[in-house]
């Protein structure tokens, strides 16, 4: 049964630096989500993405992150300059068009020092 | 603003009994609504959803909610629990086109 990877599963990076967090969507599909959960909180959209642009995006979502589909098969999302409230697991999913549902990959635990 | 609260943060069973995991949600209308399962170091995976066809919603490994308006409920239930069902449980709501509106979720412990 196809499904959403992300790689790689957990990323330790110190305050700062750049990181980028890798998914690969199921091959048919064609909006992409971002969400994540800090320890202990909900899990949180954090942007949508269709025909190579953001289709929505949250208040969390703001200039230190952003995200590409850089070849027609990954799609990524980059957090330029890490904080500690960075801190989180991260979730990536996909979903066909006019179909409301989502299927999530795993997870990227990422963890700012 | 949109909502979905999730009324127990962890719950208990005794295997072979039944399962109610209860979800409410905030709106004037009819959302769509998901339950979904989270095993250790598994993805989200969808067990169900409520996209205004029937009230009673059957989803995989036994498991079913009723969607209750009246109620503003979209409560999961399952006849009878097995170990394998020891998981976390989430309640989710679509918001517009795009985007999930997460319960803070529901931990299962089932005990043998």
């Known amino acids: 049964e196809p499904e959403v990877t992300q790689t790689p599963s957990h990323q330790v990076t110190q305050m700062g630096q750049e990181v980028i967090l890798r998914c690969v969507p199921i091959s048919n599909h064609l909006y992409f989500y971002w969400y994540r959960q800090i320890l202990g909180q909900k899990v949180e959209f954090l942007v949508s993405f269709y025909n190579n642009e953001i289709s929505e995006k949250s208040e969390i979502f703001d200039d230190q992150f952003s995200v590409e589909r850089p070849d027609g098969s990954n799609f990524t999302l980059k957090i330029r300059s890490t904080k500690l409230e960075d801190s989180a697991m991260y979730f990536c999913?996909?979903?066909?068009?006019?179909?409301?549902?989502?299927?999530f990959g795993p997870g990227t635990r990422l963890t700012v020092l | 603003a949109q909502s979905v609260t999730q009324l127990d943060s962890h719950v208990s069973v005794s295997e072979g009994t039944p399962v109610l995991l209860r979800c409410n949600y905030s709106s004037s209308y009819s959302p769509s609504l998901f339950w979904y399962v989270q095993h250790p170091n598994k993805g989200l995976q969808l067990l169900l959803k409520?996209?205004?066809?029937?009230?009673l919603v059957k989803g995989i490994n036994g498991f079913e909610a009723e969607f209750k308006k009246s109620e503003t409920s979209f409560h999961l239930t399952k006849p009878s629990a097995h170990m394998s069902d020891a998981a976390e449980y989430f309640c989710?709501?679509?918001?517009?086109?795009?985007?999930?509106?997460f319960g803070t979720g529901t931990r299962l412990k089932v005990l043998a």
């Open positions: 989710v709501r679509l918001s517009g086109t795009y985007k999930y509106i």
């Open positions: 999913a996909s979903s066909e068009p006019f179909d409301n549902e989502q299927f």
């Open positions: 409520y996209t205004s066809a029937a009230t």
